[in-house]
Structure formats: structure tokens, C-alpha cells
């Protein structure tokens, strides 16, 4: 699985989650979605602000990347306030 912006979508890429909408939060795609044009045309409109898309390279879990994620904000919070 890997993080990206809405920009580097193609068309062919397969979500590792699913899309929310930013207002109501409900489900627009699902996870396992294989894009294509119109979608990702769509999904640029929506300007979400994770995108994760289902790779071999990257193959981990998304608690656990979302765990490291957390742990280097809250270390770089420690370091802004602790100097």
C-alpha cells in the first residue's frame, strides 16, 4: 500500500481504501476499486486528502503505516516543544 496525492492517480490503479466523501464521510469507492479516467477525474474534484492505492512494493498494513505516521508527528511535536 503507499500514500499519494490525487495528481499521480492513473487510471488502472487499485485502491488499498476506500474514498470518503470529505462533507458526509460515506463511502464513495471502495477498497479494491480499480480506477479509471472518469474517477479519477471525480476524485481530483473531491480534493481528498489520502489516496492509497494497493501495490506489491508496498505491502503493509494500513494500521501500521498509519502508526509510524503517528509516532514521527508526535516525535516531531516533542522536539518543537522540547527544543
Not at 479509471?36 to 479519477?40: D, F, L, P, S, V
Given at each position: 500500500m503507499k500514500r499519494i496525492e490525487?495528481?499521480?492517480?492513473?487510471p488502472g490503479m487499485k485502491l488499498a481504501l476506500p474514498i470518503r466523501c470529505p462533507m458526509s464521510y460515506k463511502i464513495l469507492?471502495?477498497?479494491g476499486t480499480v480506477l479509471?479516467?472518469?474517477?479519477?477525474e471525480r476524485i481530483k474534484n473531491l480534493s481528498?486528502?489520502?489516496?492509497f492505492i494497493s501495490t506489491s512494493k508496498y505491502s503493509y498494513h494500513p494500521a501500521k503505516m498509519l502508526f509510524?505516521?503517528?509516532?514521527?508527528?508526535?516525535?516531531?511535536?516533542?522536539s518543537d516543544f522540547f527544543g
Open positions: 490525487a495528481e499521480e492517480l492513473r469507492l471502495n477498497a479509471t479516467a472518469g474517477q479519477i481528498p486528502k489520502e489516496i509510524f505516521e503517528a509516532v514521527e508527528a508526535l516525535d516531531k511535536v516533542y
